[in-house]
C-alpha cells in the first residue's frame, strides 16, 4: 500500500469520526452553546472529506458558507439573546425520546439500505477533473442550472427583505405574536455574564 | 511561463542519489517548506512589532526600545520571552475547554492562509487551484474562535468584544472577497501565481493597483478590519471594552492572540502586494533588465538573482504596507462601532459591486489591458 493512500485511509477514519461524534454531540448535548460549536467542527470534516474527494473548491466554499456564515451567525444569535433560563421540565420526555429516537433509527437504516442497494456509478481516479472543478461548476451554473441558480437567488432576496421589515424596528413598532411594543433600545445594553450560574 | 527555480525536483533528485524512493524524498521535502514558512512568519511577527515601538515612539516622540540589542531590536524577542515564562491562568468561573480552544482557533487560519503565498514563481507552498479563494474561506473561521473565547471568558466586556470582532469581520468580508473577485475577473484564474504573472507584463506599469484602484483602496480598508488594526480597532477598544475578547486572557494564550494578529497583518500586507502591487515583480521587468545585459535568462546564476530579488521585492512591498499600516493606527481616532458599519454596508459594498461590474464592462470592452 502506497503512503498516499495510507494517508488517506487515516484522514478518511479520523474525518468521520469527528462527524458521527459531533453530530452526535450537537443532538445530544445539553448546552446548546456546545452543541453550536460542535456543528462548526462537523461542518469543517464534511469539507475535510470534500478535499479528500478532490473537490477543492467545494470544500472551500463549504467552509465559507456553512462555517463562515450559517455557524457564525447561529452562535452570534445564541450570544445576543443571552438568557440564562432553566427550561421548563417536560412530563412525557421519556415517550418523547423514544420516539424521536425510534423516527431516527428507521431514518438512518433506509439509508443504509439505499447505500446497500443502489448501484453507485463511479469514475475512476484517473477521471476526476480536479482542479478543473471549478470551471466545470460554473459552467454548470449559467447553463443547465441557470433557472434554479437564479430561483434561489430570488428566494435569498425574499428572506433578505423579511429580515430587514423584522428588524426595522420603525416598521414593526409592535411584536407580531403579543402586541406589545417592542423594546426600542440598543442591542448593546448591559448584560449579565453568561455563566455566573456555574458552580 | 514554466521557468524559476524549482527547489522540490533539485531536492528530490538530491535525496534520490543516496538511493532513496522519490515517496520517501517527498515525505522529507514536505515539512521543509512549512517550516520554512513558519519561521518566516514568526521572524516577521518580531520584526513588525518592532517597528510597532519604534514607528509608535516616534510619532509620539519619544524614542522607543533602546537598551535590548542596537537600536532595541532585541525586544520583540524579550516580549515573547515574557509572555512565554507567565503563569497560564484559566479564571475560575470561564469555560475551560472553550477557553483554550479559542485563541487556537483564531491562530490556525491565519498560519494555514500561508500556504498561498508566493515569493517567486516556485516558492511557494502549494499552488493549490482555488487559491486566494482559500484565504477567504479560512478567514472566515476566526470569527467563531473570537465569539469562542468571548464567550468562554464569562466577563461582559470579553463578550461584547468577541461579539463585535464577529460583527465586524462579517461585514467586511463581503466587500473584501468582491474587491478579489474583480482580479480574479481579469486574471481567469484564483490562484496567487497567476494573480502575479498577469501583472509582470511591462513592470510597475502593469501592476493591478493602476487597473484596480479602487478595489485596491477597498481591499485595503478591508484588510485592515480584518486585522482588528486602529481605525477598526473596535474589538478591543481599551477604553470601553477594556481589551475586548482579550481581556481574561495571560501568559501563552494571550501570546496566541498576539501572534495571530500580528501574522494576520502581515498575511494581509503580502496579500495586496500580491494582489494589487505585482508580487514578486520587479518595476522593471528581470527578463528586460537581462535582455539588455545579454544574459540568458535560464542561467543558474540569473535565475538566483532573480528568485532573490522576488523575495526582496514581495517582502519590500509588505513590509511598506505594514509602515502605512503601523502610521494609520498611531495617527487616526476609532471610529463608533455604527460608522464601522454604515461603512462597510453602505458604502464599500456598494463600491466594490460597483466595481466589480465595471471591471466586467472593461474587460469585455478592452480585453487586451483587462484580461481577455
Partial sequence: MSIAITTQIICFTVLSLIIIIGALGVVLLESIVYSAFLLGGVFMSVAGLYLLLNASFVAAAQVLVYVGAVNVLIIFAIMLVNKKEDLKPINDIKSRRIISTSICLTLLSLLIRVDLTNVWNLSSPQNSIGEESTVRIGEHLFSDYLLPFEVASVLLLMAMIGAIVLARRDVMSKDISTGLPVDQELIEKSSEPLLTNKN | ?372
Avoid at chain 2, 84 to 102: C, N, R, S
Avoid at chain 2, 321 to 337: D, K, N, S, Y
Wanted: with cysteine; proline share 5%; glycine share 8%.
Fill in chain 2, 1 to 372: 511561463m514554466e521557468y524559476g527555480l524549482d527547489l522540490e525536483y533539485s531536492f528530490n533528485e538530491f535525496l534520490k542519489g543516496f538511493g532513496l524512493s522519490s515517496e520517501i524524498a517527498h515525505i522529507i521535502w514536505l515539512p521543509l517548506p512549512m517550516l520554512l514558512v513558519l519561521v518566516a512568519a514568526v521572524v516577521g511577527v518580531l520584526v513588525t512589532v518592532w517597528l510597532e515601538r519604534k514607528i509608535s515612539a516616534a510619532a509620539q516622540q519619544r524614542i522607543g526600545p533602546e537598551y535590548a540589542g542596537a537600536l532595541g531590536v532585541l525586544q520583540p524577542i524579550a516580549d515573547g520571552l515574557k509572555l512565554l515564562v507567565k503563569e497560564d491562568i484559566i479564571p475560575a468561573k470561564a469555560d475551560g475547554i472553550l477557553f483554550t480552544a479559542g485563541p487556537i482557533l483564531v491562530l490556525v487560519p491565519v498560519i494555514l492562509s500561508w500556504l498561498i503565498v508566493p515569493f517567486g514563481q516556485n516558492l511557494l507552498i502549494s499552488n493549490v487551484g482555488i487559491g486566494i479563494f482559500l484565504w477567504i474561506a479560512l478567514s472566515s473561521i476566526q470569527p467563531i474562535g473570537l465569539l469562542m473565547s468571548g464567550y468562554a471568558s464569562n466577563n461582559k466586556y470579553s463578550l461584547l468584544g468577541g461579539l463585535r470582532a464577529a460583527a465586524q469581520s462579517i461585514s467586511y468580508e463581503i466587500p473584501l472577497a468582491l474587491s478579489v473577485l474583480a482580479i480574479v475577473l481579469m486574471t481567469n484564474s484564483l490562484s496567487t501565481i497567476d494573480i502575479v504573472n498577469q501583472q509582470s507584463g511591462a513592470g510597475i506599469l502593469s501592476w493591478n493597483i493602476w487597473r484596480q484602484p479602487v478595489g485596491f483602496i477597498v481591499f485595503w480598508i478591508c484588510a485592515l478590519a480584518e486585522c482588528e488594526r486602529l481605525p477598526f480597532d473596535l474589538p478591543e477598544a481599551e477604553e470601553e471594552l477594556v481589551a475586548g475578547y482579550q481581556t481574561e486572557y495571560a501568559g501563552m494564550k494571550f501570546a496566541l492572540f498576539y501572534l495571530g494578529s500580528y501574522i494576520n497583518l502581515i498575511l494581509s500586507a503580502l496579500l495586496v502586494s500580491i494582489l494589487y502591487l505585482g508580487g514578486w515583480g520587479f518595476p522593471i521587468p528581470v527578463e528586460l533588465i537581462a535582455k539588455f545585459l545579454n544574459l540568458p535568462i535560464n542561467a543558474p546564476f540569473i535565475q538566483v538573482f532573480t528568485a532573490s530579488i522576488g523575495i526582496v521585492m514581495t517582502v519590500l512591498k509588505a513590509y511598506l504596507l505594514v509602515f502605512i499600516a503601523i502610521l494609520l493606527r498611531w495617527t487616526t481616532p476609532r471610529v463608533r462601532i455604527d460608522q464601522l458599519l454604515d461603512l462597510g454596508w453602505k458604502f464599500l459594498l456598494p463600491i466594490s459591486l460597483a466595481n466589480l461590474l465595471i471591471t466586467a464592462g472593461l474587460k469585455l470592452a478592452f480585453p487586451q489591458f483587462f484580461g481577455g
